[in-house]
């Protein structure tokens, strides 16, 4: 319909463009006919003044023949004056008059007459001159009395009167030729005025049609955009539902595999402290073993979550500078342990590498877990490979890979000469619980716990393999352009044996939480208060002034751990503060950064942690 619309409209719009031509046309003849008319008056100028020179010509001719006669009757040299100057200016009369002449055979023919005829009588005044001053004066008279000169000034006037012949007859035909272009334009400008009406109504007629048209085709276009409109929203509900699908078997993935470790993991648990329950009942004592296997579920249980937080981007972050060089080189020796001996491990470190500014203790982790997927990947024999480079990601790479600021990079690489991935593994190695291990021998959260820590450092992993290829995955750091932080000093640092003295006060609004953790204090040697709430907490510190260190959960009731802080905090300047949580948003953690000068433990905790997290606070200056 639109085709053939546009077809119909470019057809209709021939005389328009016809129309338009000839107006055009008449436009550009009227111009051209102004510019004739522009040079005619400038002939006629030229002409005039051309006139003008050969009067002035013929003047000088007379003013020196005048000049000789007053001479010879007088004998007064001082006639001779006038002659004498005509004389001189004739020839550049002449050079002008050459100079505006125009190239037509007959007018430079008479310009050749003219020239003889000047040089015949100006021939006959020199000599009649040239007698007298030799006292000849008879002969002198004689000579002016033949009629020469007479004759030469004849020929002179003869001739310029047909030159002034010559420029009118031209003057006039040029008029003559302008005239009846002019009258040709007036017909021309009256034809042109009939066909601008004619055109005027048949561009309304037109323009009703094409109106019309447009009016059709529009409501096509219409009735098209809400058929297109109904389509893109069937799509865009299917797209939703499948979208949702996707998030639900995503979800329902990730939850089967925490379900499913979590309930291998608390089966170990509930078994081990049945056998522990049951033993105790009966007097026996030997239960170290069901112990140690609860305690080793829960804490591959609190791995677990922490790879969780990992994935998610939630896990609290403590970065700090970091030389890659220096924290690769300090990893050799776990290296080695976690690869056994039939692996072979190379460093490619680079010289001059930039500082980067992220988790030590996690970046350590994402470098192990690579390690031991590359072990894994080639089995009993094969290289490792980590190397180590300053990068630039540049705007075209960032425009192609989603997240990704370009800048300055510290790239980590760890590569190894296993099986590779196909590209469908590839897509996916990311994903939580995702893993193409055997049964036991994996979790599926190395990569994803990866892959959370760098996002969260604000940097980019990328995975280059190829099926028995290898693999290598690279990890990009922001490059740290700020000073390198200064390390904290303790009193106690390396004098653990030091008896404790100082009091705690513990802030937790869950019961048996808060119990374990008075307990674990007082196994330390702490002296221990404790408190279910902010307020209660704040009535503490008043009552004992002497409290060196409050250990409060973050998410609580009423008042919050950070609020709970700043308020102990305004009213004890020297008091020392730890947060605790599972799981915290923006209380002491932005962006998945640590607060400046916060301190944090994440629950749950060993009592060798809480140990090393009191003394570390305790004892910094």
């Not at 470019?10 to 338009?20: E, M, N």
């Not at 829960?298 to 981007?313: C, D």
């Not at 994903?431 to 450092?457: C, M, N, R």
């Not at 393999?465 to 690279?474: A, F, L, V």
Request: net charge neutral.
């Amino acid at each position: 319909m639109i085709v053939r619309l546009r077809r119909a409209m470019r057809w209709q719009s021939l005389p328009l463009f016809i129309g338009f031509a000839v107006l055009a046309l008449i436009v550009g003849t009227r111009a051209v006919l102004v510019e004739t008319q522009r040079a005619n008056r400038e002939a006629a100028r030229e002409a005039v003044e051309y006139q003008e020179l050969l009067s002035g010509l013929l003047a000088m001719a007379q003013e020196a023949e005048t000049s000789q006669r007053g001479y010879l009757l007088t004998g007064e040299k001082s006639y001779l004056q006038p002659y004498r100057q005509a004389v001189d200016a004739i020839p550049g009369q002449l050079a002008r008059i050459d100079g505006m002449t125009a190239p037509d055979d007959e007018l430079v023919q008479q310009i050749n007459h003219v020239k003889d005829a000047l040089s015949q009588n100006q021939a006959e005044l020199a000599e009649t001159i040239a007698l007298y001053d030799r006292g000849d004066a008879a002969k002198a008279l004689e000579l002016v009395r033949s009629g020469q000169g007479k004759a030469a000034m004849d020929q002179i006037r003869a001739s310029m009167d047909t030159i002034r012949r010559i420029g009118g007859a031209a003057i006039a035909a040029r008029d003559a030729h302008t005239d009846r272009v002019e009258n040709w334009l007036r017909i021309g400008s009256i034809a042109a005025l009939l066909a601008i009406f004619l055109l005027g109504a048949y561009t309304v007629r037109l323009s009703r049609r094409r109106f019309r048209a447009v009016a059709i085709a529009q409501e096509e276009l219409m009735r098209k955009n809400i058929e297109l409109g109904n389509e893109i929203q069937t799509r865009e509900k299917a797209e939703s539902q499948i979208r949702q699908m996707q998030k639900m078997e995503a979800v329902g993935q990730l939850t089967g595999g925490i379900a499913h470790d979590f309930n291998n993991m608390l089966a170990v648990i509930i078994s081990a402290m049945n056998l522990a329950q049951r033993k105790l009942a009966r007097g026996e004592h030997d239960i170290m073993k069901f112990i140690e296997a609860a305690t080793d579920a829960a804490t591959r249980a609190a791995n677990l979550t922490s790879r969780l937080l990992a994935f998610s981007r939630q896990q609290p972050l403590a970065p700090q500078v970091v030389d890659a060089n220096r924290l690769v080189t300090g990893m050799s020796d776990l290296l080695r342990r976690a690869l056994g001996e039939t692996i072979r491990i190379e460093t490619v470190l680079a010289g001059g590498l930039w500082k980067t500014h992220a988790d030590p203790s996690q970046l350590e982790n994402a470098i192990l877990n690579l390690a031991v997927n590359a072990r894994d990947a080639m089995g009993e024999d094969g290289k490792m490979t980590i190397e180590t480079a300053n990068s630039h990601l540049d705007e075209g790479y960032a425009a192609t890979h989603a997240e990704v600021k370009a800048g300055q990079y510290v790239m980590i690489a760890v590569s190894d000469t296993g099986a590779g991935m196909p590209a469908d593994v590839m897509e996916r190695a990311f994903e939580p619980f995702f893993t193409t291990k055997p049964v036991d021998k994996g979790t599926g959260l190395g990569l994803s716990q990866v892959f959370g820590f760098v996002k969260q450092s604000g940097g980019h992993v990328k995975i280059y393999s190829e099926p028995g290829q290898g693999t290598t995955i690279r990890i990009y750091l922001p490059r740290f352009f700020g000073p390198e932080e200064a390390a904290i000093s303790s009193e106690r640092a390396g004098n653990p044996a030091v008896p404790v003295t100082e009091t705690i006060l513990v802030v937790e609004d869950d019961p048996r939480v808060r119990a374990s953790t008075t307990d674990a204090m007082r196994e330390l040697g702490y002296t221990v208060i404790h408190a279910a709430s902010g307020q209660e907490a704040l009535e503490k510190l008043s009552d004992n002034p002497g409290v060196a260190l409050m250990f409060t959960d973050i998410v609580m009731p009423v008042m919050n751990g950070r609020k709970l802080a700043e308020e102990a905090l305004a009213r004890m300047p020297k008091l020392k503060v730890i947060f605790t949580t599972g799981f915290t948003r923006n209380a002491v953690v932005h962006n998945g950064v640590l607060d400046h000068d916060v301190h944090f433990l994440a629950k749950p905790f060993t009592i060798e942690q809480l140990a090393a997290k009191l003394r570390d606070v305790l004892d910094a200056r």
